[in-house]
Nanobody, 117 residues
Framework: QVQLVESGGGLVQAGGSLRLSCAAS????????MGWYRQAPGKQRDLVAQ???????NYADSVKGRFTISRDNAKNTVYLQMNSLKPEDTAVYYC???????????WGQGTQVTVSS
């Protein structure tokens, strides 16, 4: 089993920055990537950014150039640096880790990010 613990959410004005952290613990050797999803009220949960075991990154078009995903393998921690935040970035952000083994997907508890105009 894998546990994902998130931190770093909060309230920020448009144009500001936040950094989210997600620490993984447990049986992490079957994880193939880590990433972040977000979900706003009334909308589906969508991928924001992902980083593979080899360090390759993918971003949603809406956050390219503003968000950066990174990881510290020694600490089993993934980060999401969010700059130039916009009100439309307001959502609950979830850490995510796909696995080759059951249950195949692990999720953090979610952390609220609110961007005011």
């Amino acid at each position: 089993q894998v546990q994902l613990v998130e931190s770093g959410g909060g309230l920020v004005q448009a144009g500001g920055s936040l950094r989210l952290s997600c620490a993984a613990s447990g049986s992490i050797f079957r994880l193939i990537a880590m990433g972040w999803y977000r979900q706003a009220p009334g909308k589906q949960r969508d991928l924001v950014a992902q980083i593979t075991n080899g360090g390759r990154t993918n971003y949603a078009d809406s956050v390219k150039g503003r968000f950066t995903i990174s990881r510290d393998n020694a600490k089993n921690t993934v980060y999401l640096q969010m700059n130039s935040l916009k009100p439309e970035d307001t959502a609950v952000y979830y850490c995510h880790a796909p696995s080759t083994n059951f249950p195949y997907h692990y999720w953090g508890q979610g952390t609220q990010v609110t961007v005011s105009s």
